[in-house]
Nanobody, 115 residues
Framework: QVQLVESGGGLVQPGGSLRLSCAAS????????MGWYRQAPGKQRELVAT???????NYYDSVKGRFTISRDNAKNTVYLQMNSLKPEDTAVYYC?????????WGQGTQVTVSS
């Protein structure tokens, strides 16, 4: 059974930074692509960034140049460094495999960008 636990969210002013972490249990982590997703109020969940087992990355257009996804396979952890945050980045952020597996969704971590 795989469990994903997100942390690191909070309230930040526009232009600020946050670093999210996702700790994964289970032995498959190092062999699967991972992604960070977000869901804003009243909107569908969207894929924000992905990282392959080897470390290749891809980003949703609106976060390119501001967000950086990375992983530490030895720690079973994936990170999302978020810089130059904007109010429209406000959402609950989740990690999951890419493509996502429905039973792997965790509680997420709330990110609020507001002055």
């Amino acid at each position: 059974q795989v469990q994903l636990v997100e942390s690191g969210g909070g309230l930040v002013q526009p232009g600020g930074s946050l670093r999210l972490s996702c700790a994964a249990s289970g032995s498959i982590f190092s062999r699967v692509a991972m992604g960070w997703y977000r869901q804003a109020p009243g909107k569908q969940r969207e894929l924000v960034a992905t990282v392959t087992p080897g470390g290749s990355t891809n980003y949703y257009d609106s976060v390119k140049g501001r967000f950086t996804i990375s992983r530490d396979n030895a720690k079973n952890t994936v990170y999302l460094q978020m810089n130059s945050l904007k109010p429209e980045d406000t959402a609950v952020y989740y990690c999951n495999t890419n493509p996502s597996i429905p039973t792997y969704w965790g509680q997420g971590t709330q990110v609020t960008v507001s002055s």
